[in-house]
Nanobody, 127 residues
Framework: QVQLVESGGGLVQAGGSLRLSCAAS????????MGWFRQAPGKEREFVSA????????GYADSVKGRFTISRDNAKNTAYLQMNSLKPEDTAVYYC????????????????????WGQGTQVTVSP
């Protein structure tokens, strides 16, 4: 079983930055592709970014491309989401997710491709 704990959320003004962290339990973190998703009030959860188990490949939603950067530190069992140039429309609860199996160095975009989820961290961007 894997437990994921997000941190780093908060309130920030538009144009500001935040770095989210996702700390994972378990010794096999380094083999898990990771993803970040978000859910805004009244909306469905959506894909934000993902990274392969090795960290060599990454993917982003068009809405965050060029502003957000995903990374991982397998020695620390932690994945990160650096969010720059934040906009009010980035306001949401952000969730990290882990996939128990991987194929090559691909990343995964669909929610049902992930096996483990964190509880989420709130990000609020004021105008």
């Amino acid at each position: 079983q894997v437990q994921l704990v997000e941190s780093g959320g908060g309130l920030v003004q538009a144009g500001g930055s935040l770095r989210l962290s996702c700390a994972a339990s378990g010794r096999t973190f380094s083999s898990y592709p990771m993803g970040w998703f978000r859910q805004a009030p009244g909306k469905e959860r959506e894909f934000v970014s993902a990274i392969s188990w090795s960290g060599t490949t990454t993917g982003y939603a068009d809405s965050v491309k060029g502003r957000f950067t995903i990374s991982r530190d397998n020695a620390k069992n932690t994945a990160y989401l650096q969010m720059n140039s934040l906009k009010p429309e980035d306001t949401a609860v952000y969730y990290c997710a882990a996939r128990a199996a991987h194929w090559g160095s691909r990343w995964y975009e669909a929610e049902d491709e992930y096996d483990y989820w964190g509880q989420g961290t709130q990000v609020t961007v004021s105008p």
